[in-house]
Nanobody, 129 residues
């Protein structure tokens, strides 16, 4: 079992930045974060959960949904069991609950909900003037 905890959400104005963090722990299994691809997903009220960005287990490959390309950057530090999502130039359409998730499925990162086994509880991001 892998436990994920997100932090860093908040209320910001359009154009501002936030950095989300996700810390992973596996107290029983002994598995470390570097076994897993990690994805950041978001869900706005009344909408389906969508993949925002994902990163391969070794951090060499990343993928972004078109709406955040050039504004968001995903990264990870396996030595610290941490994954980050730097969000710049935020717009109101980015408002949602953001989740990090972990899965084992291959070398290419794929931001599809069914591929991810473990999920955090989410952190709220609100972009409003």
């Amino acid at each position: 079992q892998l436990q994920l905890v997100e932090s860093g959400g908040g209320l910001v104005q359009p154009g501002e930045s936030l950095r989300l963090s996700c810390v992973a722990s596996a107290p029983a299994s002994g598995l470390t974060l570097d076994y897993y691809a990690i994805g950041w997903f978001r869900q706005a009220p009344g909408k389906e959960r969508e993949g925002v960005s994902c990163i391969s287990s070794n951090g060499n490959r990343t993928r972004y949904v078109d709406s955040v390309k050039g504004r968001f950057t995903i990264s990870r530090d396996n030595s610290k069991s941490m994954v980050y999502l730097q969000m710049d130039s935020l717009i109101p359409e980015d408002t949602a609950t953001y989740f990090c998730a972990a899965g084992i499925y291959g070398s290419q990162p794929i931001c599809a909900v069914p591929l991810y086994t473990f999920w955090g509880q989410g952190t709220q991001v609100t972009v409003s003037s």
